[in-house]
C-alpha cells in the first residue's frame, strides 16, 4: 500500500508564495505519474498541475500557468505556488497515478492520494 504525506500548507496574504510537498511511503517517485489537484468548498475537485515520470515533462492549469511549479527530486513532490489569489483557496491533494496522456487531468486516473492540505490566501 502507498502512502501519501503532504506537508506545507497554510495561510498567506495576496501575492504570497507557498510550497507544498508530497512524499511517499512504500513506492519509488518513478514508479508513477505525479499531480496536484484542489477542491474549493463547495466545488469538485479540480486538476492543477501535472508531471510525468518519464521524462519530467509538466501540465498545468490554465489559470496558474506561469504562477505555480510542479517538481520533484529523489524523495518528494512540490507543488511551488507565486503570487498566490484569493480564488487559489483550496484543499490541495498530490496523486499518483498511470494516467494516459489524454486523462492526466481526471481524478479517477490516480490510485493514490495524500491526506490534503489547506491553502487559505486571505485578501
Known amino acids: 500500500q502507498v502512502q501519501l504525506v503532504e506537508s506545507g500548507g497554510g495561510l498567506v496574504e495576496v501575492g504570497g508564495s507557498l510550497r507544498l510537498s508530497c512524499a511517499p511511503v512504500g513506492s519509488s517517485l518513478g514508479s508513477y505519474d505525479w499531480a496536484w489537484f484542489r477542491q474549493a468548498p463547495g466545488k469538485e475537485r479540480e486538476f492543477v498541475a501535472a508531471?510525468?515520470?518519464?521524462?519530467?515533462r509538466t501540465y498545468y492549469t490554465d489559470s496558474v500557468k506561469g504562477r505555480f511549479s510542479i517538481s520533484k527530486d529523489n524523495s518528494a513532490i512540490y507543488l511551488q505556488m507565486n503570487s498566490l489569489k484569493p480564488e487559489d483557496t483550496a484543499v490541495y491533494y498530490c496523486?499518483?497515478?498511470?494516467?494516459?496522456?489524454?486523462?492526466?487531468?481526471?481524478?479517477?486516473?490516480?490510485?493514490?492520494w495524500g491526506q490534503g492540505s489547506q491553502v487559505t490566501v486571505s485578501s
Open positions: 508531471i510525468r515520470r518519464s521524462g519530467g
Open positions: 496523486a499518483a497515478g498511470r494516467p494516459i496522456l489524454s486523462a492526466i487531468a481526471t481524478p479517477n486516473m490516480y490510485y493514490y
